[in-house]
């Protein structure tokens, strides 16, 4: 199975901001336990980079990438540090090209059809949808999903579990990202219980839409 096959069969992609690297491993436990398979390891912090080595050396389980990724040498450094995949809130031609040579699978941040377009001639086909409450949400994906047909979209920015049932179960969503599984003041007081516990709740909120829709 291939990255994109599986973020699809996972369905969330949580996006982490890791202040303490020490936090990373228990907190990439905790995602497994409650069946969260993918770590989105933000590079906003400066122990960014630790933490997504720690992850990778320790837990095997969970695949582990590297989002906020805003330059070439974001990317290299991420991926020298073990990082599977890389997210960037925007597109960047310059790491689509690096990430396509490495064989690294690379999601851009794509809004308008002229960055979906941008992203497709790379040979990028899963984007993010980022910040997706602000630009138009559900409606505005299924509008462009319309016309890029072979284009699948990760949702990203204002998705909670009040909301998520909103995304998940369209042929066109890849999977929804975001904080809500395991923002950062749960991470920062320990509350590693408390993650696995929302994983379990996301996880079980999408298993239920997708039975409804078979
Ligand atoms: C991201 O980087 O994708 C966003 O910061 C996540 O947005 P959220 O915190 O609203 O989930």
Redesign the pocket.
């Given at each position: 199975m291939d990255f994109f096959d599986k973020v699809s069969e996972g369905q969330i992609v949580p996006?982490v901001?890791i202040d303490d690297a020490r936090n990373a491993v228990p907190c990439a436990k905790a995602l497994l336990e409650g069946g969260i398979v993918f770590m989105?390891i933000?590079m906003r912090t400066t122990c960014a980079l630790d933490a997504i080595k720690e992850v990778v050396s320790n837990v095997p389980g969970i695949t582990v990438g590297a989002?906020?990724v805003l330059s070439v040498d974001n990317a290299k450094s991420a991926i020298a540090c073990g990082a599977s995949f890389i997210?960037s809130?925007g597109f960047s031609a310059e790491v689509a090209d690096l990430c396509v040579a490495e064989g690294i699978p690379y999601v851009p941040g794509c809004v308008t059809p002229t960055e979906i377009m941008a992203a497709a001639a790379k040979g990028l086909n899963v984007v993010?949808f980022?910040?997706a409450?602000v630009y138009g949400g559900k409606s505005a994906v299924k509008e462009l999903a319309g016309v890029f047909r072979n284009v699948k979209f990760l949702p990203?920015?204002?998705?909670?579990t009040d909301n998520l049932e909103d995304y998940i179960g369209e042929p066109y969503i890849a999977a929804v990202?975001?904080?809500?599984v395991c923002?950062s003041d749960m991470i920062s007081a320990g509350d590693f219980a408390g993650i696995t516990a929302r994983s379990r709740e996301a996880k079980g909120k999408i298993k239920a839409v997708k039975e409804g829709r078979s």
């Open positions: 996006v901001v989105e933000t989002g906020t997210v809130p993010k980022f910040p409450k990203t920015g204002g998705i909670n990202g975001g904080s809500w923002p």
